[in-house]
């Protein structure tokens, strides 16, 4: 998707002149997924094209909302199972001792997704290492 690049330009008194339009980043690789998506998908374009725009505007933000709901079921599911383990909790409140106190429950389950992507992946390769020996 296109964001904008940075905030409109200001004018000579500090203040953004009514008529600056933000500027859009373009990203040649996700413009030609999104266009692959359209070709595929004549139907789904169509349907999109032909929706009100206060109703594509407020599906947009619906993503946005299921997105952060999304983001926030995992974060409660990480830090629920480093809970449930005493010596896991305090070897993560070892680790995040220093932060102030509002960032510390972010910063571990910050670092549990880490550790556990590490960890598929080091299971992951071994797996493969050992189909490829055939032990």
Known sequence: ??????PAPT???????????????????VDAKIDAHIKENPKYWAYIQGMPRERLERTLVLNEVRELDRQHRMREGVLKSINKSPDLKQAYETLVKDLPEEQRE?????????????????????QNHTATVGV
């Not at 998707?1 to 940075?6: V, Y």
């Not at 910063?107 to 880490?114: E, F, K, M």
């Open 11 to 29: 004018g000579a008194g500090g203040a953004a002149a009514p008529t600056d339009q933000p500027t859009y980043r373009q990203n040649p690789e």
């Open 1 to 6: 998707m296109n964001k904008p690049k940075s």
């Open 106 to 126: 972010g910063v571990i389950a910050q670092l549990a997704r880490q550790t556990k992507r590490a960890v598929a992946r080091t299971q992951g390769q071994q």
